[in-house]
């Protein structure tokens, strides 16, 4: 479980903290969509998580582990793997396959083990015909993945996924969406920042941050209808639940909670069944 208690902290010359008082538990396996305003604060927390930063106040243990202990932050960095906002920040092998290497390599496993498990996380990611590219030659969504390979080497327990499908094409965002519930389903716990709330149908809970807070922390569903019915909304919200929220209020009997087209289509469809034509 990762556990915070009143965490604060602040970056330095600024006036105001970035994580004002946040107390939180994430067990392990559990699948957290993260969601707020630019600049509310989501990566910065993501960062504690791993103890890339540290807190000014409060704790931070990722399995008993506590973040302001030196000697804890190679496991600590080994149980939480993080997928960058920008994949150039981890980028640091001359070529794909070193660069994937490179985690294994600092916890010193035997090379012939690296290898076979470097060449296992290319196939499973389809990413073996890149293997000697430089990395920074690659695609957005290529750096993505490979950024990806070199987290899932580590094993980790946990892995926080900072706006993963930003830029990518709908082909690339569904396999990247996949590809984290199959983690999810596996135990992986997933912490997923996201400014697309479409992309939350698998998790578990949302938490909503401003200013530096968590402002709500529940069932995804019931927090996104809520925001919809109050219109105060701190993202923007699908325009299908948008449309939903317009025909319940004239008076359709449409269930509330819909995120998606495929929801929407099932449910207009469950509801007009009834005076539809037979096939
Ligand atoms: N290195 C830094 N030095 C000073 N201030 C910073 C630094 N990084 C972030 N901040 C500030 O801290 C606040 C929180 O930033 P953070 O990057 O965590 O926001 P965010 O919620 O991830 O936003 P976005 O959705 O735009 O990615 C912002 O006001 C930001 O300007
Ligand atoms: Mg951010």
Redesign the pocket.
């Known amino acids: 479980m990762i556990k915070i208690q009143n965490l604060s902290y602040q970056?330095e010359?600024?006036g105001i903290p970035?994580l004002n008082d946040i107390s939180l538990e994430i067990r392990a396996g559990e699948y957290v969509a993260l969601i707020?305003p630019?600049?509310?604060?989501?990566?910065?927390?993501i960062r504690q998580l791993n103890a890339l930063s540290l807190p000014d106040r409060g704790v931070v243990t990722v399995d008993g582990l506590d973040t302001s202990v030196p000697a804890n932050h190679k496991e600590i960095r080994r149980l939480v793997g993080m997928i960058f906002?920008n994949p150039d920040n981890s980028i640091v092998g001359m070529t794909v396959k070193e660069d994937i290497a490179f985690g294994p390599g600092n916890l010193q496993r035997p090379p012939p083990e690296i290898r076979r498990q470097v060449n296992e996380i290319m196939e499973s990611l389809g990413l073996q015909s890149l293997a000697s590219r430089a990395p920074h030659t690659l695609s957005g969504g290529e750096k993505r993945l490979v950024s990806l390979a070199g987290v899932l080497i580590m094993n980790p327990r946990y892995i926080a996924f900072d706006?993963p499908t930003a830029y990518l094409d709908p082909e690339s965002r569904r396999r990247v969406l996949q590809m984290m519930a199959r983690l999810h389903r596996e135990g992986i716990g997933i912490i997923h920042i996201t400014?697309d709330v479409s992309d939350m149908a698998d998790a578990d809970r949302l938490l909503v941050?401003d200013k530096g807070r968590i402002i709500q922390d529940g069932p995804p569903r019931e927090i996104l209808c809520k925001m919809v019915e109050d219109q105060d909304a701190p993202v923007t919200l699908p325009p299908i639940m948008e449309l939903m929220h317009f025909l319940n209020r004239r008076g359709w009997r449409l269930a509330p909670d819909i995120l998606s087209v495929d929801d929407a289509g099932r449910e207009i469809h469950r509801l007009l069944s009834g005076s539809l034509p037979k096939e």
């Open positions: 970056y010359g600024s970035a707020g630019n600049g509310c604060g989501k990566t910065t927390l906002q706006e400014h941050m």
